[in-house]
């Protein structure tokens, strides 16, 4: 059967939520494969709100879901965040959820660390959650993480802890924290492995007979493209990698199993935190969409920045991810806008580009180069057909296609699950 992965064209913030819990009605299997509880999902069913952060979306639909070791696990957030959803009425067991077991965590240190290195960059910051990704990113990299299948034998674990805070206390010197509490840090560890342990599964197994099986499994990244650690905009990026490509390393399948790769485009573009946005709005314009988008963090809360789509870097997400159809997402956001801009070129200095560049004054120094397309005044909220779309609307999506080189499989006009026009299934064999 067909297998779909997911991922952000972008810089995240898509509208990936719901278009995997979409999708999920046709999978058996949900699977996050990198980052931790920096971003997160909002998924709209029936009227209820549910904002995901380290759970897969496929929790919702009551799917198999699976944490694959390409995450790093925050066990009290991820906790704390079960706590949350049952309050709205689901029920997260060892039968519906599996963690990896070689999965590193994320520790309280981790957060720490990440806060206090913010605050000592001062203007050079990054504008990271200040959720410790990064440096358990670190550590994992550096051969010190504490993982999952660690906490399985508590006996060892002190000697795990005394390698890891050689590095850290040398670390909180230098910025002025205090020494960590090693029995403190080792309590929390003894108290969480009981309830953590249970969910623990070398999932790579579990999805390897899912395969074999005949199951559809669904990839679910988090993030985007944009963000990631090796093809974003370094160093304003996230600590993982984003791609496509990761779904077969964070989960444990072989880079055959990765299937249609789907890619989630805004009509529009977004980005929260720093780092170079060819084309950020600061107009009415942008205040407008912003506003009319509800363009804020789903994990943070943060105000996003806005700006025209960009055809450029869309073109490069569907180059290294290997994007083969697009979920157009937010198309409604554009209503009223009468003349409406698409970034089709970068011009750096005295050179015209259809790339971004790597370098930072390169990317700092870029001006955008539109194309004009004539808006829509009729509304396209709630779509579910083309046409239901107005003439202006269908040419939109149309050109896009042609800009970025890649077809629209599926077009969202609001977050609710259903209103989304399909015209390819992406688990369609």
Excluded at 161 to 189: E, K
Excluded at 250 to 279: C, D, E, H, Q
Excluded at 295 to 318: H, K, N
Aim: charged share 20%; aromatic share 6%.
């Amino acid at each position: 059967m067909a297998n779909v992965t997911v991922i952000g064209a972008q810089w995240g913030d898509e509208g990936k939520g719901k278009l995997v819990d979409w999708l999920s009605n046709r999978a058996d299997v949900v699977v996050r494969f990198q980052g931790g509880h920096n971003a997160g999902h909002t998924l709209v069913v029936d009227g209820t709100v549910y904002k995901l952060s380290l759970l897969p979306s496929g929790v919702v639909q009551g799917k198999l879901s699976i944490i694959g070791n390409g995450v790093v696990v925050d066990p009290w957030a991820l906790f704390s965040e079960i706590a949350k959803v049952e309050a709205q009425g689901l029920t997260i067991t060892p039968d519906l959820l599996n963690i990896a077991d070689n999965a590193c965590l994320i520790l309280p240190i981790h957060s720490e660390l990440d806060i206090a290195r913010e605050a000592a960059a001062g203007a050079g910051k990054i504008g990271t959650t200040g959720r410790g990704i990064g440096p358990a990113y670190e550590d994992k990299v550096g051969r010190r993480a504490i993982r999952v299948a660690d906490l399985e034998d508590l006996d060892a674990l002190s000697g795990k802890i005394d390698r890891l805070l050689t590095h850290h206390n040398a670390l909180r010197q230098g910025l002025g924290l205090p020494d960590v509490d090693v029995a403190a840090l080792t309590d929390q560890l003894k108290e969480i492995a009981p309830r953590l342990l249970p969910y623990a599964r070398p999932v790579w197994y579990v999805l390897d007979k899912a395969r074999q099986d005949g199951k559809r499994i669904l990839f679910e990244g988090a993030q985007g493209a944009l963000l990631d650690i090796d093809h974003g905009t370094y160093p304003f990026v996230t600590s993982s990698n984003t791609v496509a490509g990761q779904a077969a390393a964070g989960s444990g399948l072989g880079p055959k199993s990765v299937g249609y790769v789907l890619g989630i485009l805004k009509a529009y573009t977004t980005r929260v935190g720093s780092g170079p946005f060819p084309t950020e709005l600061f107009d009415e314009i942008g205040k407008g969409i912003a506003t009319r988008g509800h363009e804020f963090g789903t994990v943070t809360g943060r105000a996003r920045r806005v700006g025209w789509l960009d055809a450029v870097l869309a073109r490069q997400s569907i180059a290294i991810n290997g994007i083969d159809g697009i979920a157009l997402t937010k198309l409604d956001i554009l209503d009223g806008i009468e003349t409406i801009k698409v970034c089709v070129g970068y011009k750096v200095a005295d050179k015209v580009l259809d790339y971004l560049p790597a370098g930072f004054k390169a990317q700092q120094g870029i001006e955008p180069i539109y194309e004009e397309l004539p808006g829509w005044s009729e509304s396209t909220q709630g779509a579910r057909s083309w046409k239901d779309l107005p003439g202006n609307a269908v040419k939109y999506v149309r050109h896009i296609e042609e800009l970025i080189g890649a077809p629209v499989a599926l077009l969202s006009t609001s977050p609710e699950r259903d209103d989304t026009i399909l015209m390819r299934d992406p688990f369609q064999d």
